[in-house]
Nanobody, 124 residues
Framework: QVQLEESGGGLVQAGGSLRLSCAAS????????MGWFRQAPGKEREFAAA????????RYADSVKGRFTISRDNAANTVYLQMNSLKPEDTAVYYC?????????????????WGQGTQVTVSS
């Protein structure tokens, strides 16, 4: 059974930065894609970023492109989301997700395991 634990969320002013981490345990996850999704109050969960198992391919939602960077350290079983130039509209609970398969996707249905989420709040 895979377990994902996010950390690094918090309160930051607009224009600031945060780095989220997601530690995976339970099995080797070198051959799984990883993604970050977010859910703002009163809204549906949406895709933010994804990365292939090798780290050679990434994908970003248009709303975060150029500001967020996803990366992974397979030796540490950890995926990161560096968030810069944060905006109030980035406020949400951020979820880490893991999916079987090497192709990259922004479809939440293609992810098999989910973390509990970490709150990110950006003040104006």
């Amino acid at each position: 059974q895979v377990q994902l634990e996010e950390s690094g969320g918090g309160l930051v002013q607009a224009g600031g930065s945060l780095r989220l981490s997601c530690a995976a345990s339970g099995r080797n996850f070198n051959f799984y894609r990883m993604g970050w999704f977010r859910q703002a109050p009163g809204k549906e969960r949406e895709f933010a970023a994804a990365i292939t198992w090798s780290g050679s391919s990434t994908r970003y939602a248009d709303s975060v492109k150029g500001r967020f960077t996803i990366s992974r350290d397979n030796a540490a079983n950890t995926v990161y989301l560096q968030m810069n130039s944060l905006k109030p509209e980035d406020t949400a609970v951020y979820y880490c997700a893991l999916g079987q398969g090497g192709y990259i996707t922004d479809d939440s249905r293609r992810y098999d395991y989910w973390g509990q989420g970490t709150q990110v709040t950006v003040s104006s």
